[in-house]
């Protein structure tokens, strides 16, 4: 399962910098695959452990924040190994 997500927290000023990078720190150090950019950070693994580095990033940036907001989107497809990797070659194979 490929998991992107963005945590978004709230009532803390316009500087989230700081309790952003509590939540990537959790996702980095969990050792699944991933890659954060300007928008989301992308996990991929098993069901019960992506779910629970979300969470615990949530609830490293709750520990700071008042509030926090959560985007996820999930691609669920039994069976596939690297597909963060695996999309990407297949989609540059068709770029002109």
Do not use: C, Q, Y
């Given at each position: 399962?490929?998991?992107?997500?963005?945590?978004t927290?709230?009532?803390?000023?316009?500087?989230?910098?700081?309790?952003?990078?509590?939540?990537?720190?959790?996702?980095?150090?969990?050792?699944?695959?991933?890659?954060?950019?300007?928008?989301?950070?992308?996990?991929?693994?098993?069901?019960?452990e992506?779910?629970?580095?979300v969470?615990r990033?949530?609830?490293?940036?709750?520990?700071?924040?008042?509030?926090?907001?959560?985007?996820?989107?999930?691609?669920?497809?039994?069976?596939?190994?690297d597909?963060?990797?695996?999309?990407?070659?297949?989609?540059?194979?068709?770029l002109?």
């Amino acid at each position: 399962m490929i998991v992107a997500f963005s945590i978004t927290p709230l009532g803390v000023g316009e500087g989230v910098a700081e309790p952003v990078a509590r939540a990537v720190k959790v996702v980095r150090d969990s050792g699944l695959p991933n890659h954060t950019d300007s928008m989301f950070t992308t996990i991929e693994g098993e069901w019960d452990e992506v779910m629970a580095v979300v969470k615990r990033a949530v609830d490293a940036v709750a520990e700071v924040a008042p509030r926090v907001s959560l985007v996820l989107k999930a691609d669920l497809r039994e069976g596939v190994v690297d597909g963060m990797t695996s999309k990407l070659t297949s989609l540059e194979s068709h770029l002109p």
